[in-house]
């Protein structure tokens, strides 16, 4: 673990509301993306900041042998499955999304036009990643936007690295097959 986040649990352990703060700006976007793949769209501010209650409350037993991140995932991930349980809710992708940060896979430009293609790009992109099964939208997601290797992945989702590898590698051919089926080849490449 990196000595910044040492120092923010440090600080919210001494009872630091900024410190607390700042821990949910940065993991926000995490827990988000993990909530929106799994549980209704009404529900994910919610259990966002039931995750985040939940972390606050555990903190102190933290053992810090993995990353703040995979923990703090791990949590958002459990907290969705005890949802998805108790309200006997069948899995449910999110098809819209307030922060559509797909998009900034096409990011800065140089027209309007590029900029907007862009834009529709990643919308086109992102509503084909909330059609695919659940557990390969939430890889590619934690992936791809999130910048988790396999191990973490694994730990959030209580998988093995090598299937947390194989499922990426599936998710990514049948996202391909999905744009590819959908859309000409030039509407999908810039």
């Not at 995490?30 to 769209?41: C, D, N, R, T």
Request: hydrophobic share 35%; glycine share 4%; with cysteine.
């Amino acid at each position: 673990m990196n000595d910044e986040d040492s120092k923010l649990i440090s600080s919210v352990l001494d009872g630091s509301q900024s410190g607390f703060r700042l821990l949910v700006e940065k993991y926000q976007r995490l827990v988000y993306h993990i909530v929106s793949k799994m549980v209704p769209e009404a529900e994910h501010e919610d259990l966002c900041q039931d995750v985040f209650l939940k972390v606050y409350k555990n903190l102190s037993g933290f053992q810090q042998q993995s990353k703040l991140s995979t923990w703090i995932g791990r949590i958002a991930h459990n907290s969705c499955l005890n949802y998805l349980e108790k309200k006997k809710v069948v899995l449910y992708d999110d098809i819209t999304s307030e922060e559509q940060t797909i998009d900034s896979v096409a990011s800065d430009h140089s027209s309007p036009e590029e900029s907007a293609l862009a834009s529709d790009l990643g919308a086109r992109i992102r509503q084909e990643i909330d059609s695919l099964p659940v557990k390969y939208g939430t890889i590619l997601v934690l992936y791809h936007l999130e910048d988790m290797k396999y191990d973490e992945i694994g730990t959030i989702m209580q998988l093995p690295p090598g299937t947390v590898k194989s499922h990426l590698f599936r998710a990514r051919k049948m996202l391909k097959d999905k744009l590819l089926l959908k859309y000409n080849i030039e509407d999908i490449s810039l």
